[in-house]
């Protein structure tokens, strides 16, 4: 909260504080609808309208929940076209290993094909690493209400990938 009043009166070090705290949350929520390039790119815009909205904010200490709402809300380009796996590949480490990539890339769309709840949850998860009280806390969420979102997507995405553990499996 105390960052939040101290952005809404400009200041930069509080505005990157906020920033540097929930751009794995954001950048997480958009990778579970869009390819990595597209969630990057629309990281940027929820930041910068989040800013110039920051005044709407009427609870400073849901700013988590607040800034979620708005990169939920976000539309990346063209949002029916399919990609093609080529295109949704990012290599930007000349070192990397295309075939890591390219795995990364099928797993990162099969999560986005996944309900909403359950991608939004394994992305953060997964990719950006936060732990299930930080995906509670900073999107006001209940600890439960995660627990159950990882719990049903990991079987989903087991199920969908052919991993032991899927839907078809006994519990």
């Known amino acids: ?22 751009l794995p949350l954001v950048h997480g929520l958009l990778l579970a609808r869009f390819r990595p390039a597209v969630a990057d790119e629309l990281t ?17 200490a ?14 990346g380009p063209d949002p029916g076209r ?14 990397a290993d ?10 990162l769309a099969i999560i986005r094909g996944l309900p909403e709840a359950y991608a939004e949850t394994l992305a953060l998860r997964l990719v950006e690493g936060m732990s299930g009280a930080e995906i509670a806390q900073m ?7 995660v627990r159950v979102n990882l719990h049903r997507g990991m079987r989903k ?15």
């Open 1 to 22: 909260a105390r960052l939040v009043a101290s952005a809404r009166r400009g200041w930069r070090r509080a505005c990157a504080e906020l920033y540097r705290r929930y």
């Open 44 to 60: 940027q815009e929820c930041f910068v309208l989040a800013f110039q909205r920051l005044g709407q904010l009427r609870e400073a």
């Open 62 to 75: 849901h700013f988590g929940a607040w800034i979620a709402s708005i990169a939920r809300r976000l539309r």
């Open 82 to 95: 399919e990609l093609a796996l080529d295109e949704s590949i990012d290599v930007d480490d000349a070192h």
């Open 98 to 107: 295309p075939a890591r990539h390219a795995e990364a890339a099928q797993l």
């Open 139 to 145: 999107t006001g969420l209940t600890p439960e209400s």
């Open 157 to 171: 995405l087991r199920e969908r990938i052919g991993m032991p553990g899927g839907s078809h499996e006994p519990a």
